[in-house]
């Protein structure tokens, strides 16, 4: 069995090339490639942290519904980007 790659954003089969391999799109959420986002703890209370270099950032607690409740949120932020409704 191959790796069949996905969009990060909204799971679709149908991506398109890419110079990257590991951040593979579908046609209709190229923009959010320009949208890194960088996933670290808060430096003081471990919080789960997601910023972009747009000024985007979510913050919430290091917990596996928070860590959750963030991945949603980042890509809500993709689709936002991509103008559809989050």
């Known amino acids: 069995m191959t790796w069949q790659p996905t969009c990060y954003v909204c799971g679709s089969t149908e991506v398109i090339p890419t110079p990257n391999p590991h951040s593979p799109t579908c046609a209709r959420h190229k923009a959010a490639r320009a949208h890194l986002i960088s996933r670290r703890n808060a430096p003081v209370t471990g919080d789960h942290m997601?910023?972009?270099?747009?000024?985007?950032?979510?913050?919430?607690p290091r917990t596996r519904e928070g860590h959750q409740e963030l991945d949603g949120l980042v890509k809500a932020h993709w689709r936002q980007i991509c103008g559809e409704s989050a």
Not at 50 to 60: D, I, K, N, Q, Y
């Open 50 to 60: 997601a910023l972009c270099r747009c000024g985007w950032s979510e913050t919430r």
